[in-house]
């Protein structure tokens, strides 16, 4: 083990960033071998030359990009979204973990008891979120330019550097911010919430401040306005950068001060601990919902607040149906399938555009990532902090406590949903979306099932293990395979039978939930989950809880 904050911080997470620089390559790869379909498309060029500009905002389009060029396609279809969801997640993730960690398991006066000071702890640590981060803008970079060679696109190096160098400045970004945060409240799970409903919110106002009298000029005070500024795909790097390099700075700064002037003796809050105890319900189902409830409240925040942002756009797109009409027609059947979409006419409809950019994209990935983060910290977690032969202590057997922990975690994962669900049908009547109450029920069910069944599997991975990292990585892997199976069958005829094997096909299928209803793909996920819960019960009671560094990793 290396001696070093950095070295023990890239050291434990060693198996974890192999994962996301994957996920990121593969990312990357899609979306580079979709675009000579849609190049060689003859109706391409007409089409985007009559498009109005407001339109193609809408769209996600940015009408000073030449969105004919590679470059334009890969701005708006890879660093546009799924790329800074990416790397958020990930900074998001290390930075509210990167303080917090020690001062939740009692053990920060441990580190410090050893030469080194707080300052040096922090910025060691952001040291290693830098280096982590810039793993996967790397990985980004290097698939895009063995992609540009193999398809003979032409993408200029200044490009995927400017690019990359950009989406790793919003990564360190988001993550400083994360650490402030954690450095404030000292919770993992609080900072992640609020910077991730910051993350959110920074996303929408800048794309709302142009197009808003009274949001006018706001957009500048956005991460997102300094990354996209003059597209750096095709400009390289800017001078805006030093902006996000400047806000990222200062955050470390108020982190570090934050961090130095906080009592962290862990007699002290092991007794705050102790107190907050009595306060709680009395059962572990009802304690660990009491744990989460100020981190669920800002998820659920965030989720609702997209939910709301994203429907508010469909009234502008379907003032213009015959442009909307021509813009589907050029996105390959075989993309639109890997989102559950078989039938492109879908598309023209709020359901199939709500499933495109909300219940197949941003919530699912926001879903999926709450119920893996929940039920890896649930049983690992525990080990982790050395706090599990504490809470055997009490008369429970281990079967119950692993079915209550997941109870509440369904409970979390279902409140979440039924807030989304709300939050649709006020926009449903506000809007006039003209979602039916099946589908609306169908799609928030799956979406719910899918999480549940992430999370479940990470719970039995952390009850097999006793691995932190290995209860947040194998599920995170199995959903990156999924994404891959469902849309490698969908655009190979030869791979079909994949998606049958991608928990994503059973929630999306070939329709929307949100358009035709209940499918017996959501029959499959509910055994899935009765099948994991059925074994994280059979691996915890089996295993043994050695010692308070046993589960570490």
């Known amino acids: 083990m290396p001696s070093s904050v950095l070295g023990r911080a890239l050291l434990e997470r060693r198996r974890s960033i192999v994962g996301w620089a994957a996920g990121a390559g593969a990312a990357a790869a899609l979306s580079v071998a979709v675009y000579p379909t849609i190049r060689d498309n003859p109706a391409v060029r007409d089409l985007l030359d009559h498009l109005p500009a407001g339109l193609l905002r809408l769209l996600g389009i940015s009408p000073d990009v030449v969105t004919r060029t590679p470059m334009g396609f890969l701005h708006a279809q890879l660093y546009g979204t799924i790329a800074p ?65 193999a398809f003979g696109l032409g993408i200029p190096a200044k490009g995927i550097f400017g690019a990359n160098f950009s989406l790793w400045l919003l990564g360190v970004f988001f993550g400083a911010l994360a650490m402030a945060l954690a450095a404030w409240r000292g919770r993992r799970g609080g900072a992640a919430a609020i910077a991730t409903a910051i993350a959110i919110a920074m996303f929408f106002l800048n794309f709302f401040a142009p197009r808003i009298a009274a949001l006018g000029g706001l957009d500048v005070l956005t991460a997102f306005f300094w990354y996209y500024r003059h597209a750096p795909i095709l400009q390289g790097p800017n001078p805006g950068h030093l902006v996000l390099a400047g806000a990222t700075a200062g955050l470390i700064l108020v982190a570090a001060r934050t961090f130095a002037r906080k009592d962290l003796g862990a007699v002290r809050a092991g007794a705050a601990r102790a107190g907050a105890l009595d306060r709680m319900p009395g059962s572990i189902y009802g304690h660990a919902l009491w744990r989460r409830r100020a981190s669920f ?45 078989s039938d492109p006419s879908v598309m023209l409809t709020a359901a199939g555009f709500l499933t495109g950019r909300l219940y197949g994209s941003l919530a699912l990935v926001a879903m999926v990532a709450f119920g893996i983060a929940t039920g890896a910290a649930e049983i690992a977690g525990e080990i982790r902090k050395g706090t599990m ?80 990292s290995a209860a947040r990585g194998v599920p995170a892997a199995v959903a990156i395979g999924g994404f891959l199976c469902n849309a490698l069958g969908a655009t190979s005829p030869g791979l079909s039978a994949l998606r049958t094997l991608s928990p994503l096909h059973w929630y999306l299928g070939d329709t929307p939930p949100l358009a035709r209803g209940f499918g017996p793909g959501l029959a499959l996920l509910a055994g899935g989950v009765l099948v994991l819960v059925v074994f994280a019960v059979a691996a915890f009671s089996r295993r043994d809880i050695a010692s308070p560094g046993a589960g570490r990793g």
């Open 389 to 468: 032969d504490l809470v055997l202590a009490a008369p429970v057997k281990r079967g119950a406590l692993v079915a209550q922990r997941w109870a509440a975690m369904a409970t979390l994962i279902g409140l979440l949903s039924l807030a989304l669900a709300g939050t649709l049908a006020a926009c449903n009547a506000r809007f006039e979306l003209d979602l039916g109450a099946g589908g609306l029920v169908a799609a928030n069910v799956g979406l719910a099932l899918v999480a549940l069944l992430f999370g479940t599997l990470a719970m039995a991975v952390g009850s097999a293990t006793g691995s932190v």
């Open 85 to 149: 969801a990416i790397m958020c997640a990930f900074a998001i993730a290390f930075g509210s973990g990167a303080t917090a960690a020690e001062e939740e398991t009692g053990t920060a006066d441990l580190l410090f008891a050893h030469p080194v000071s707080r300052t040096r702890v922090l910025l060691e640590q952001f040291c290693a979120l830098a280096l982590l981060t810039l793993a996967i803008a790397a990985a980004f970079a290097a698939t895009i330019a063995a992609g540009s060679l």
């Open 297 to 341: 409240a800002w998820w659920a925040a965030g989720l609702c607040l997209l939910a709301a942002l994203t429907a508010a756009f469909w009234p502008s797109l379907r003032s213009g149906p015959r442009q909307l009409e021509g813009v589907v027609k050029l996105v390959p059947r075989e993309v639109l399938a890997s989102f559950g979409i």
